[in-house]
């Protein structure tokens, strides 16, 4: 079989144009970069459209090292829903560079449901992580010369408290931990800091959050970055620092309108990582999606324990916006995997232990079944995977009142999604349950986390290190208490621990230390080491990519 990179370029793009007029949107309101990639503008949100769109929201269960094909599956939905005569706009994140030259090669989709043109969105693209890297290194540059500078306007910052880091786009693991300002008088004040890949900054995760450019600026005034030497808060808008940084993001902060392979409309937008931040694209994207289109497919990072319900209880809220279907994606190589199979050995058929790991989907479904949203579960199947597995997935996640269906778009493209699409359709239109979330936004940090946890979850409590217990009583003092939860823990368990697998029950949850990010507006409690900084492997994708003299890139996949 051909290798995405392969199949992406035997495509011709349709020029943008022509993409943007499926959309009912005129050329004169596109920003081209290009033929092939335009930004859209914030006038095209209209909110009495966006009452009637019919949101999806793409998810998985939680997943192997490798992935369980959510974007793909996405993508492939999308398509599908085309096939069958629904006009649909999938909405994406962005790639970023780090996992793109390191682990992933490629984040743009798979087979035949592929973003195009994929080389551009997989590498530099419109410029949006440029610019948010310019931004928050602008805030970092301004608080070390606040640091040096006792003159004028020195905010009398106390260098130990500056949690503010630099950012780079790219996996870089040397970058972690530095000392900055060295070089004598004219360095600055020396202290311990250190980069993050632009993916984890709270930049980003503004940017993901606004409303506005107004409301972005108002945001990235919002940004803790320490305390001064006294103990009183310091913010980015302290420094003067927010009107700069919005100004940097004014391109930035446009949706990004592109195409798939088979020549409908793609809006892709933010990047923020899905175990740090919320994992999703931009509200801005989301609702200019809904904005033009009758059927909007999305994404949220990771499993449905972190994405989605991230998704729900945070970008929902500040968007004001609501999926009216949930699909989970599930292969059967992971179900096998939280059966308790060794991954050398998931290509190999194990009805046993498939059933024995359908407790991870299961559990799944009964969370989307708790938000009163439909699940709909989709099989991404792959050659390894045999009749007799798939057939008694279907039966076991029928035997939960939920319909299933085998996505083969990755090899068939919109043709092998029209079942799913279908399905999904169906959903939406007898969903008859009322939206609940997990947890009011005002009610206790204590009792938000333990509603997470426990209905989420599957824990029986939560616990909290005497680093964690001073830091809440930080977010106290300082008034943050009433932001919505935004839980750092690992993508592989449903608990803190990436090596219980399954559904495990009864666990203590354990928050080792909290952050905020009051420019976003979420409390970050963090379960076990949380990786801002990823390093590369020991056989990088960035090995396998090159370019020819004619400027024909290969490599990515």
Request: a neutral charge.
């Amino acid at each position: 079989m051909l290798s995405d990179i392969e199949i992406a370029q035997s495509i011709q793009p349709k020029h943008i144009k022509i993409i943007a007029e499926k959309l009912n949107v005129s050329s004169d309101n596109l920003e081209y970069y290009g033929k092939f990639k335009a930004k859209l503008p914030l006038e095209l949100i209209d909110e009495d459209k966006i009452k009637k769109s019919n949101l999806i929201l793409v998810t998985a269960i939680n997943p192997t090292p490798a992935g369980e094909g959510k974007t793909t599956m996405t993508i492939g939905l999308t398509e599908g829903l085309n096939k069958t005569g629904r006009k649909a706009t999938a909405v994406l994140r962005e790639p970023s560079l780090g996992p793109v030259f390191g682990m992933k090669g490629g984040a743009a989709g798979g087979g035949y449901s592929q973003v195009i043109p994929m080389e551009d969105i997989n590498l530099h693209f419109t410029g949006d992580f440029a610019a948010i890297e310019k931004a928050n290194n602008l805030l970092a540059a301004l608080i070390d010369n606040n640091i040096q500078n006792k003159k004028e306007n020195n905010l009398n910052i106390d260098p130990r408290t500056v949690v503010w880091k630099r950012v780079m786009d790219m996996n870089d693991r040397a970058l972690r931990q530095l000392v900055v300002a060295l070089g004598g008088k004219n360095g600055g004040i020396p202290r311990e800091s250190g980069f993050n890949i632009t993916a984890a900054s709270e930049v980003m995760a503004i940017l993901c959050m606004s409303k506005s450019i107004k409301d972005l600026k108002e945001k990235c005034g919002n940004i803790f970055i320490g305390n001064t030497y006294d103990g009183k808060p310091i913010f980015a808008r302290d420094l003067k620092a927010h009107g700069a940084m919005a100004a940097l993001l004014k391109d930035a902060i446009k949706p990004n309108l592109v195409q798939t392979l088979e020549g409908n409309p793609v809006i892709i937008h933010g990047g923020p990582f899905a175990n740090i931040a919320q994992g999703t694209n931009t509200i801005l994207a989301t609702k200019t999606g809904m904005s033009l289109s009758d059927y909007v497919v999305t994404e949220a990072g990771f499993g449905a324990d972190l994405g989605a319900e991230k998704f729900l209880n945070i970008k929902c809220g500040y968007g004001g916006i609501l999926p009216k279907c949930v699909v989970i994606v599930a292969t059967i190589r992971a179900l096998k995997y939280h059966g308790g199979v060794d991954v050398k050995e998931l290509k190999t058929e194990n009805v046993e232990a498939l059933k024995k790991g359908f407790c991870n989907l299961e559990k799944h479904i009964e969370n989307i079944k708790g938000f009163g949203l439909p699940p709909v579960v989709v099989i991404n199947k792959f050659y390894a995977d045999t009749e007799s597995e798939v057939n008694t997935l279907i039966s076991l996640v029928e035997s939960n009142g939920v319909a299933i269906s085998i996505g083969e778009g990755f090899e068939k493209g919109g043709e092998g999604m029209k079942d799913i699409a279908d399905k999904v359709a169906n959903a939406i239109e007898n969903n008859k349950s009322t939206f609940t979330p997990t947890y009011d936004w005002n009610d206790t940090v204590e009792n938000k986390l333990k509603a997470i946890a426990c209905k989420i979850y599957g824990a029986s409590d939560v616990e909290f290190t005497p680093k964690a217990t001073t830091d809440l009583k930080k977010i106290y003092k300082l008034g943050f208490d009433k932001f919505p939860i935004c839980m750092a823990k690992t993508q592989y368990s449903l608990t803190d621990n990436p090596k219980i697998i399954g559904r495990p029950q009864g666990f203590h949850l354990t928050i080792r230390e909290f952050e905020f990010a009051t420019g976003a507006g979420f409390i970050i409690p963090v379960c076990g080491e949380m990786m801002r900084m990823p390093g590369l492997p020991q056989l990088p994708s960035a090995e396998s990519i090159d370019i020819d003299e004619n400027g024909k890139i290969s490599g990515l996949f």
